[in-house]
């Protein structure tokens, strides 16, 4: 079973059609304003947080490289990366609301 696909812009859920719509102007106000957000949130972890998740989603080092690096079992760094994402959902929609 397919899954039914919803826009997620106003504009297009008032079935205007996508082509008579410029996206573009609209989509780099969401693009700085989510960096923003995202900044914002990320320095709100905790240091060990905002090392592995920068080290894991932004530099791409496994989680067993970045466990050696700080001395710590490779189930820790999984761990700091779950209560980071978790927080990061958390602060973001603090800051979207």
């Known amino acids: 079973m397919r899954h039914k696909k919803v826009p997620l812009h106003e504009k297009a859920q008032r079935n205007i059609p996508y082509y008579d719509f410029d996206y573009r102007e609209n989509n780099d106000n969401d693009i700085v304003r989510m960096k923003k957000i995202l900044k914002k949130a990320i320095g709100e ?35 700091h990366i779950k209560f980071a994402k978790r927080n990061l959902k958390k602060i973001a929609d603090c800051y979207t609301s």
């Open 45 to 79: 972890l905790t240091d060990r947080q905002r090392y592995c998740i920068c080290e894991y989603y932004l530099n791409g080092k496994k989680m067993k490289d970045i466990a050696l690096e700080l001395n710590v079992s490779p189930s820790t760094v999984t761990r």
